[in-house]
């Protein structure tokens, strides 16, 4: 079983990401072949600064490694040194219906956001199957968001293996951890940078708290019983806590007595417990300033050995070689 996922570096990673892709992820890593990008190329859609992408990719990296990532078990590499999944995306674009992108709500969602529309954006799908199929992926985790886009992936699959009349391309299953699929953010919506209402993965200790004390709560007052239905405080406590510590924390909320700054600070140990083991790993590798690069360097490396092979299949299947 080949996995495969990849994360955009448009941004620092926060912990929406790592419960809906990394986590997932890195506990497949020894249950398969595992294949892990860093999706640059992706990210330009939004962000056209080079030494902001070429610096949000290296921090990617460190954050992936510290938090378990394990080269040894997983190829690990960025997007861009495998320059095949550009071919691959425009072989898959040849047999694309304009009608499939149109419905993609990822597009629209951002759009209407005030992301600005782009042939990069509408197209993100197409590319993302590329990254997909250009492995023989198996399977594929990501967040509930991105389901759409798996469907895509498949639905192009199967148009080039009928077009051509054989199975050239591995059709892919995708892997969604129900539970924290859709991570919310400091107001309630689903975490994104996009929106702007993330909580990232790692930082200071004194604005990171602060950025928990932003959490958008209502106007019910200490005394009285806080609704539970919804809560943001509450959906993200689960993340953290034992079964029992939510438990508790919601009988909190139904009992009265306690203010919404209670729990915030509540919120904001469990989480920094939670990863305090990985920021420690990522002072281990931010000593070692060639570790990095190392790392994504040796991935490329077998990556491309892969992708090499997909595509001379490919190729050939299509008469682009003989």
């Not at 951002?110 to 997909?132: C, E, Q, R, T």
């Amino acid at each position: 079983m080949r996995i495969l996922t990849g994360l955009q570096p448009s941004g620092k990673l926060h912990i929406g990401n790592y419960f809906g892709a990394m986590e997932p992820a890195i506990l497949l890593q020894s249950q398969g072949d595992a294949y892990y990008f860093i999706a640059n190329y992706h990210a330009m859609t939004s962000l056209h600064d080079g030494p902001a992408l070429r610096a949000n990719t290296h921090e990617l990296a460190i954050d992936f490694l510290a938090c378990g990532l394990d080269p040894a078990k997983a190829v690990f590499f960025r997007q861009s040194d495998v320059p095949e999944v550009n071919e691959l995306a425009w072989i898959l674009s040849t047999v694309c219906p304009m009608s499939l992108l149109e419905k993609c709500h990822s597009y629209k969602d951002k759009v209407a956001k005030g992301i600005a529309s782009n042939h990069a954006l509408f197209a993100y799908p197409v590319l993302m199957a590329a990254d997909i199929l250009l492995y023989d992926s198996n399977l594929v985790p990501v967040g509930k968001d991105q389901k759409q886009h798996l469907e895509v992936t498949r639905d192009l699959a199967v148009k080039i293996n009928e077009a051509l009349g054989e199975t050239v391309l591995t059709i892919p299953d995708v892997l969604i951890k129900e539970e924290s699929a859709i991570v919310p953010g400091l107001d309630g919506q689903k975490m994104s940078k996009s929106y702007n209402n993330t909580i990232p993965l790692f930082g200071e200790e004194k604005p990171l708290r602060k950025t928990f004390m932003k959490i958008i709560s209502d106007s019910t007052a200490v005394e009285d019983p806080k609704p539970t239905e919804n809560s943001t405080i509450l959906a993200l406590f689960k993340l953290f806590a034992s079964e029992f510590e939510y438990q508790a924390m919601v009988e909190s909320f139904q009992s009265g007595g306690l203010g919404y700054g209670h729990f915030k600070q509540q919120l904001w140990e469990a989480y920094w417990n939670y990863f305090a083991p990985m920021r420690q790993r990522r002072e281990e590798i931010l000593a070692d300033p060639g570790y990095v690069n190392e790392v994504l360097t040796q991935g490329a490396e077998k990556a491309r050995a892969t992708a090499s092979n997909v595509l001379d299949r490919i190729r050939k299947a299509t008469g682009l070689s003989c």
